[in-house]
């Protein structure tokens, strides 16, 4: 039993029609048809009711694709953590900027970081705003460089203040981020 077989078993489930299916795999309905009768054969079940201009499931078609949902369901969210994880702990951090004319200190802060850090790489993402937060709160950005103005309508982040010289403080933590 393959991946393919399963993706084109779904496909098949979900259409009901072998030749809808093939359009939606980009293949043929002969290679659908052939794919699900080895399929069925390697189980030992009918997976689907053949009729004249008519596909439905049967009890044993209908288990299956109830359960291959689920584990596609848990399979995704096993790719998605395993991208998580390997954002957390890979060696860049990916930084957010709306326009790099409005952030004068930032690239003195970023050769300074990076002399002290040679090992992690910095990504610069240029975006509008609104799209950076929807990076950051997606997880695809680590953090936003922006002009204080944009601070209030970051929710449930931390919010620093990065000043002249280097020196950093708490802006509206309660406010912006509750938990901490």
């Given at each position: ?9 779904l ?54 694709q109830?359960?291959?949902r ?46 002290e ?9 240029v ?15 680590d953090?936003?460089y ?10 449930n ?7 002249k010289?280097?020196s950093m ?12």
């Amino acid at each position: 039993m393959t991946l393919k077989q399963l993706n084109c078993f779904l496909t098949v489930a979900e259409t009901l029609n072998f030749a809808r299916a093939a359009e939606k795999l980009y293949t043929t309905q002969p290679s659908v048809t052939r794919s699900i009768k080895s399929l069925e054969e390697e189980l030992g079940v009918t997976l689907f009711s053949r009729h004249s201009r008519k596909v439905e499931l049967t009890p044993a078609g209908s288990y299956l694709q109830d359960e291959l949902r689920h584990m596609s369901q848990e399979l995704n969210a096993a790719i998605q953590n395993t991208q998580k994880i390997h954002n957390q702990f890979s060696n860049e951090i990916r930084i957010g900027v709306t326009d790099l004319m409005e952030l004068p200190y930032l690239p003195q802060t970023m050769q300074e970081f990076h002399e002290e850090n040679p090992a992690i790489s910095l990504q610069l993402h240029v975006k509008e705003f609104r799209e950076l937060v929807q990076a950051l709160i997606e997880e695809k950005l680590d953090l936003i460089y922006c002009m204080r103005s944009a601070v209030s309508t970051l929710k449930n982040k931390e919010v620093l203040l990065l000043r002249k010289g280097g020196s950093m403080s708490r802006v509206g933590a309660e406010k912006n981020n509750p938990q901490k």
